[in-house]
């Protein structure tokens, strides 16, 4: 590599860090707490994923995304999932238009709320199955199909949905070929007694913070190619692909505790997000290559909504991150890291 590419790769990943630094700026003088959520899902944004975030009402779920969205100088769009909801409210739809001078009519495509680069799907789990299907192709192929015609999404595209606990009156689990889609499901959790005064005293006064853009959609693009050039040793490769592995009941090195509470592990796409999330951690860090601190870190949100637990483990109250737990303490680190 020559000095000349070294330079200008050095500047990349300085404006990198330097844009990261500048959101998380704007985003504290609105988002109090929640460092380890919004950490996943400016991850998610530079690897070019999307982002589930959990949680129960009122933990500022919706305004951090909003926010965020603010940050980064992109066409913001909200969906607000309801039980009535229709496919065609999100994808848009066709109508038809007569031209008053001819009397001709013809069809034109009218785009719905899921043309823009950030979409935030607002209790994505509040509406039936087959609402939440129409998201699918969006999140995987970035292009959606009505009546028979593909129209291509804007580039970069993001979809970051917030849902409530399923034990919540109203909701509906999503299915499982959706939940796959997302790089992370991030947990919120109620705040510090410390953070909740903070809150208190930030949106009770006459203080409005005002969020300015700090990037754009041309500069992100650049950023999620610059974060799939950081190397990964071919050992810690191989550990998270045994570790995918692992929790899946019927592979030869599964454990015995995952043979006994799991029904259904991750896929070949949890692997891969691990992978390129681990990328971006190390980037943010301020490093040139992933550590096994970097895979071991996100491991547990990347897969938590990807292993589907037994009636033995629902029975025993173990959830999904104990498993992991489990799992992660179960598989020492490769030698070389």
Known sequence: MDT???????????????????????????????????????????????CLITGMPGTAKTLMVRTIAETLGLTFKRIQFTPDLMPSDITGTDIIEEDITTGHRTWTFVQGPIFGNVVLADEINRTPPKTQAAMLEAMQERSCTVRGHVYKLPAPFFVLATQNPIELEGTYPLPEAQLDRFLFNAMMDYLSAADELKVVDLTTATRAPKVVAVTNAEELLGFQELVRMVPIAESLAKYVVNLVR???????????????????????????????????????????????????????PVLRHRILLNFHAESERIDTDEILRRLLAHMPPPRES
């Open 246 to 300: 692992a929790t899946r009941a019927k592979s030869e090195n599964a454990p015995d505790f995952i043979k006994k509470y799991v029904n259904f592990g991750g896929s070949i796409r949890a692997a891969q997000f691990i992978v390129l999330a681990a990328k971006a951690r190390a980037l943010s860090r301020r490093r040139y290559h992933v550590t096994y601190e970097d895979i071991t870190a996100l491991a547990i």
């Open 4 to 50: 000349s590419t070294t330079a200008d790769l050095e500047q990349r990943v300085e404006r990198f860090r330097a844009v990261r630094d500048g959101i998380l700026e704007q985003v504290r003088e609105v988002i109090v707490g929640q460092d380890d959520v919004l950490d996943q899902i400016l991850i998610a944004l530079f690897v070019g994923g999307h």
